[in-house]
T-cell receptor, first 115, second 113 residues
Framework: DQQVKQNSPSLSVQEGRISILNCDYT??????FLWYKKYPAEGPTFLIS?????DKNEDGRFTVFLNKSAKHLSLHIVPSQPGDSAVYFC??????????????FGKGTHLIIQP | EPEVTQTPSHQVTQMGQEVILRCVPI?????FYWYRQILGQKVEFLVS????????KSEIFDDQFSVERPDGSNFTLKIRSTKLEDSAMYFC???????????FGQGTRLTVV
C-alpha cells in the first residue's frame, strides 16, 4: 500500500528551466511533508518542508506547494541547475513536531538537468 | 555543520551471521531512526527510538532486529542472523524536538553473501 506516490520515475529538464516534481498521498493523517534530495551512495539530504496548515513554502530556488483537498504536493525548482540532478524523494509525517513518528517515503523521481 | 555519521560504510557478512551497524546522531537530537533502501526501491522506515526505548517500528523490524543506545552518543542496529534479503543500504537519521525534519547519515551498505 503506497501511502506516498511519486508517479514519475524520471524527469528531464533543460538547465535554466523550471523543474516540477509531483507527489500524491492517500493518508489523511499526514500533516507534514518533506522533500529530500539524494545522490548515489549518499544519504537523503533534507531540502524543504511544509506543514499542512500552509499551502506554500519557499526557500531560495525551491518552492513546495500543497493542495490538501487533492492530497497533492509539488516541488518547483527554478531555475534548474546541473547540480540539481539527483533523485528527489517526497516524504510525509503524521505527527508534526510532536511524537517520534517515522517518515513515509515515495519511490523517488530521478531529475536530470540537461545543459 | 553537525552531521549524522555511520560506520562502516560497507559491510559484507555471511548469511546467518550477526551484524551491528553503528551511528552517531547529531548531538542535541532526541529522536533516532533507522531506515533501509533495497537497491532500486524506496527508502523504508524500520524503527524510531526516543527516550531510550523504541517508539515505533515497521513490519520489517522483526525479532531479528534490535536497536540500542549504549552510551550518550552511539545508536546501533543489530541484525542477529542475517538473510540474503537483508542486503540493502541502511540509513540512520536523527531529529530534534521541535521539527520533524530528520537528518540522515551517509548510509551503510550491507551485503549478505
Amino acid at each position: 500500500d503506497q501511502q506516498v506516490k511519486q508517479n514519475s520515475p524520471s524527469l528531464s529538464v533543460q538547465e535554466g528551466r523550471i523543474s516540477i516534481l509531483n507527489c500524491d498521498y492517500t493518508n489523511s493523517m499526514f500533516d507534514y511533508f518533506l522533500w529530500y534530495k539524494k545522490y548515489p551512495a549518499e544519504g537523503p539530504t533534507f531540502l524543504i518542508s511544509i506543514s499542512s496548515i500552509k499551502d506554500k513554502n519557499e526557500d531560495g530556488r525551491f518552492t513546495v506547494f500543497l493542495n490538501k483537498s487533492a492530497k497533492h504536493l509539488s516541488l518547483h525548482i527554478v531555475p534548474s541547475q546541473p547540480g540539481d540532478s539527483a533523485v528527489y524523494f517526497c516524504a510525509a509525517s503524521a505527527r508534526a513536531g510532536g511524537g517520534a513518528d517515522g517518515l513515509t517515503f515515495g519511490k523517488g523521481t530521478h531529475l536530470i538537468i540537461q545543459p | 555543520e553537525p552531521e549524522v555519521t555511520q560506520t562502516p560504510s560497507h559491510q559484507v557478512t555471511q548469511m546467518g551471521q550477526e551484524v551491528i551497524l553503528r551511528c552517531v546522531p547529531i548531538s542535541n537530537h532526541l529522536y533516532f531512526y533507522w531506515y533501509r533502501q533495497i537497491l532500486g526501491q524506496k527508502v523504508e522506515f524500520l524503527v524510531s527510538f526516543y527516550n531510550n526505548e523504541i517508539s515505533e517500528k515497521s513490519e520489517i523490524f522483526d525479532d531479528q532486529f534490535s536497536v540500542e543506545r549504549p552510551d550518550g552518543s552511539n545508536f546501533t542496529l543489530k541484525i542477529r542472523s542475517t538473510k540474503l534479503e537483508d542486503s540493502a543500504m541502511y540509513f540512520c537519521a536523527s531529529r530534534g524536538h521541535a521539527r520533524p525534519e530528520a537528518f540522515f547519515g551517509q548510509g551503510t551498505r550491507l551485503t549478505v553473501v
